[in-house]
């Protein structure tokens, strides 16, 4: 399955990696892993990286300049993405040619070659499947990388797509050095304000006869935890998510005009009807809408409530 890609690599002298917009730590693993493989088994080629770090700067850095003239001569290889608008840094569309490497189920809009693998969990697992099988040399910078997105894309290994190759894979970068607890300490260490927060909703959330649990945040409650309406209102509603015996959660959310934000989720009942007949939607589990004042979030309530009543 790697065969074309090892073969695009050996066969040009400038690479370029991309991933997608928005990053996560399998779109950054991979292209920094990538990267690492490339200069550890191909020393003579030169290899750039590019794209907005987010919230990941404790991760690795990116290359910003490339030479115009070296970048039309170079292979783009684009990583855990398909479609060319989700590409972070449009540079690759002026490079030669172009190879990607995805686990999500999406077609292609550009790549030359697409290799495509949606039964794998990552594309940090498909990169540690080729080091594997063509015998690429790693070291414990490659391995942390394409460790980093292996644990992330699979939820610490609790996504139903974890496989035997999954561990296997880790095992092995494990093996390499790869540094587990540098991860863990960067990507699960909380921010003092947002555990407080955390902590706030889940004593405070309310549950309607058929427990359908609800919150209700004032505009005041950002203000008193120095945080963003979107924190409250997105951030936060899954905190009453999980819970036995509580099939729907929602979450609403005052904003500084007045309007009220209602986050709307649900564990197997079809809750997007209420969000609709609101003026919102989304999808089946997880849907939205805006409300324009406190007494419509009751009819909402009212509604989800008769719907949890129904669903058991
Ligand atoms: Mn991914």
């Not at 370029?16 to 080629?45: C, E, F, M, T, W």
């Not at 499947?129 to 894309?153: C, I, K, P, R, S």
């Not at 079809?270 to 969000?275: C, G, L």
């Amino acid at each position: 399955m790697y065969q074309p890609l090892i073969d695009k690599i050996e066969t040009y002298d400038i690479i370029v990696i991309h991933r997608h917009i928005q990053p996560d730590l399998d779109a950054l693993g991979s292209q920094l892993g990538l990267k690492r493989l490339i200069q550890l088994n191909y020393p003579n080629k030169e290899v750039y990286t590019f794209g907005e770090m987010g919230d990941f700067k404790w991760f690795g850095s990116m290359d910003q300049h490339i030479p115009e003239q070296d970048l039309k001569k170079a292979l783009a290889i684009v990583l855990d993405v398909s479609g060319k608008e989700r590409v972070s840094d449009q540079r690759f569309l002026t490079a030669k040619e172009s190879v990607v490497v995805d686990h999500h189920q999406n077609d292609t809009d550009f790549a030359d070659t697409f290799i495509s693998d949606p039964t794998q969990i990552a594309t940090c697992q498909m990169l540690t499947e080729m080091a594997v099988n063509h015998h690429l040399t790693m070291d414990q910078a490659a391995a942390t990388y394409l460790l980093g997105g292996l644990v992330t894309d699979s939820g610490r290994f609790m996504y139903p797509q974890t496989t035997d190759k999954t561990f296997e894979c880790a095992a092995y970068l494990m093996k390499q050095g790869a540094d587990l607890q540098y991860l863990y300490q960067n990507l699960y260490e909380v921010d003092y304000t947002m555990k407080r927060l955390k902590g706030y909703f889940i004593y405070s959330f309310k549950t309607t006869e058929h427990h359908v649990a609800y919150m209700k945040n004032p505009k005041s409650l950002k203000d008193e935890f120095g945080v963003s309406t979107f924190t409250v209102s997105r951030g936060m509603v899954n905190q009453m998510a999980g819970i036995k015996h509580i099939p729907i959660w929602a979450n609403f959310t005052e904003t500084d005009s007045g309007a009220i934000l209602c986050e709307l989720r649900s564990k197997h009942i079809p809750i997007v009807d209420v969000a609709k007949k609101y003026g919102g939607g989304g999808h089946d589990l997880a849907c939205g809408c805006t409300a324009i004042d406190w007494e419509t979030t009751d009819d909402i309530i009212r509604d989800l409530d008769l719907l949890a009543k129904k669903g058991r």
